[in-house]
């Protein structure tokens, strides 16, 4: 067996196979980019209409759009590629086969997930023209959008990681599904719903605001909406401007800038869900927890 | 090969394994048999590592199924009595998905698969989306994936449930290579006649219980005492009654539908020599043989007793 057999996942290069030969997925591709296209050239429209000149704070505030689109899109993707993937073995009745095989759970669940999420990266990189064409009106740097790019990524690999945690732990691919649209959904709003009024407090009542504002500015910095605006220096965390490197008088300073926060914890959470996964996906459990 | 020992399974309050024993041999066929719901999925699993037992032991090629699974996994080819396919995937690209899955390489893929495929006879339909075969040919297929790493050991969950009756014989014939190849196997149905020509063994088990073990003559005679001889003659009926009556092995004979049918209590020789005495006696035989539908009402009185 050569080196590069040795390292190639066969339930990877399975599911490539399956995926790219599927009828359904030229005409996922094409609606992906015709909704996010359809979007952002509405704005574009409606924003340049009847304007003779490039306003590069515009284009800054279109650039802003289509990253916000891009991650509300990939939000809504990604759990309806991953959160089927172990239930729907299991609905297919193939899991059984496959967990008599030589694959370990870590190779099976690795595999489906990397599968899952290179169909959506695809999408990611199928979309790139249309990033080029908003790139081009200028008032974005690069790092801003390495940044937005790396931000994709580690979001994918989050919610495709809680997606097969859920796709493992529920027999029925339409509750996982649910479960991973309720807990993404869920968490985004209850981060920035407990941020927001730990803000209102902080301002109305005599509490210490030291410990108040930190837990509000980590709150901030760990949901998805607040985390992709402060790539462009704008919402609530970023006004706040607590963060290391900004003026540091006027409360206690977080370890990380936002973005690296929200990177460090939703890598958290990725690891947790893949190895909860692979835990939960094993036929004979050991026990978690051993009682004395 | 195989060792089970005082297995037992429970699901919550419901017990599907009560402490079965048996052994099954190297290169030998185990029939296990017993009605839906009987506990012969569940030992299966157990086996194929798929489920730990509440108590008891089993051991594949003497390994445990609950300490050492990922070596009993190289052992055994498992084939569950439900099983799907993957949609978009051609039968040769099937089973090198699942030779992959074993780490076998390339090269010795491209080598198996033909011979596998050949085997269960599906070469012309190398081919084909799985999900575009018949059901035998799907059963086929899935007997070729689980003989893709060359197991010692088969474990074959109702590999005949749902085919017509030529796919179920076709299944048989393969059936009867790997035995003669020396795979040790088991095999489950809810039929026991399916399995009588076929095991070398049989296990009838019901309600968790194992109730009997041995060969399909040993629980034959264990459980009506003989076997009942079916003959047909063109013409001297009457003479031919008297003559068998006077058997001390035969203990009665009786006329069905145009047939002599006759209670033996002889060894398999009394039973040549009577076939013999009858050629030589000129009486003009046309059937001579062992009535086979017997054993379905041999399950159903092994199968009562526990059940009820």
């Not at chain 1, 959008?145 to 097969?164: D, Q, R, W």
């Not at chain 1, 909406?225 to 970023?238: H, K, M, R």
């Not at chain 2, 059901?135 to 007997?143: S, T």
Request: net charge positive; glycine share 8%; hydrophobic share 45%.
């Amino acid at each position: 067996m050569n080196l590069v057999q040795r390292f190639i996942n066969p339930m990877l290069s399975k599911e490539f196979r399956l995926r790219m030969r599927s009828k359904k997925t030229p005409w996922a591709i094409s609606l992906y980019l015709m909704v996010l296209g359809g979007i952002i050239f509405t704005f574009i429209y409606l924003y340049n209409n009847n304007q003779a000149y490039f306003d590069p704070q515009r284009s800054r505030e279109i650039f802003m759009m289509l990253s916000i689109f891009q991650f509300a899109m990939v939000s809504f993707v990604t759990p309806g590629l991953t959160a089927g993937t172990i239930s729907g073995e299991r609905e297919r009745q193939t899991l059984n086969i496959l967990l008599t095989t030589n694959l370990s759970p870590s190779k099976i669940i690795v595999g489906k997930w990397l599968s899952s999420l290179s169909f959506m990266t695809f999408l990611v990189i199928a979309s790139i023209p249309l990033y080029s064409i908003v790139f081009l009106y200028g008032g974005i740097s690069p790092s801003q959008l390495i940044k937005v790019f790396g931000f994709y990524i580690i979001s994918m690999l989050a919610i495709g990681g809680l997606g097969i945690l859920f796709s493992t732990l529920f027999k029925r691919t339409g509750v996982a599904t649910v479960v991973t649209y309720a807990a993404i959904i869920g968490y985004t709003i209850g981060t920035y719903i407990i941020a927001t009024i730990i803000q209102d407090i902080t301002q109305i009542s005599s509490m210490s605001k030291t410990t108040a504002t930190y837990w509000m500015q980590i709150l901030y910095s760990i949901n998805p909406f607040t985390a992709i605006l402060s790539i462009f220096d704008e919402g609530p965390v970023v006004a706040l401007n607590y963060y290391m490197g900004g003026v540091s008088s006027r409360g206690p300073q977080l370890p990380l800038e936002p973005y690296w926060m929200f990177i460090s914890f939703f890598s958290v959470i990725t690891l947790i869900s893949i190895l909860l996964a692979i835990y939960f996906i094993k036929p004979v459990k050991k026990k978690l927890l051993r009682r004395k | 090969m195989i060792q089970i020992e005082g297995l037992t399974k429970r699901f919550g309050k419901m017990e599907a394994l009560k402490g079965i024993t048996f052994e099954v041999e190297k290169g030998s066929v185990f029939g296990f048999v017993g009605p839906n719901g009987a506990g012969k999925s569940t030992t299966m699993s157990i086996l194929a590592t798929l489920m730990a037992p509440t108590s008891g032991k089993a051991y594949v090629g003497g390994y445990d199924v609950t300490k050492d699974p990922k070596k009993i996994r190289k052992q055994i080819g498992y084939m569950p009595d439900f099983f799907g396919v993957y949609d978009n995937l051609k039968a040769e690209e099937y089973l090198n998905f699942y030779a992959s899955t074993y780490g076998i390489s390339q090269a010795e893929r491209m080598k198996i698969i033909p011979q596998l495929l050949e085997l269960v006879n599906l070469s012309h339909k190398k081919d084909s989306y799985v999900d575009t075969l018949s059901r035998g040919m799907k059963q086929r297929l899935g007997l070729a994936r689980s003989l893709v790493h060359n197991p010692e050991v088969l474990l074959l969950d109702e590999p005949a449930s749902g085919l017509d009756p030529r796919a179920r014989i076709e299944l048989r014939e393969i059936l009867k290579e790997l035995r003669s190849m020396g795979k040790t196997i088991i095999i489950s149905s809810h039929i026991l006649p399916e399995l009588a020509e076929l095991s070398d063994v049989i296990g009838i088990i019901e309600e968790g219980q194992m109730v009997t073990i041995g060969n399909v003559d040993q629980i034959y005679r264990q459980l009506q005492g003989h076997k009942q001889l079916k003959i047909a003659v063109l013409d001297r009926e009457h003479e031919l009654i008297q003559h068998l009556k006077a058997k001390t092995y035969i203990q009665g004979v009786y006329q069905e539908n145009g047939y002599i049918l006759a209670d033996y209590l002889g060894q398999d020789e009394e039973q040549i020599k009577l076939l013999q005495e009858l050629v030589q006696a000129n009486f003009p035989i046309l059937t001579f043989s062992e009535v086979e539908g017997n054993l379905e009402q041999i399950f159903l009185e092994i199968t009562r007793g526990v059940g009820s």
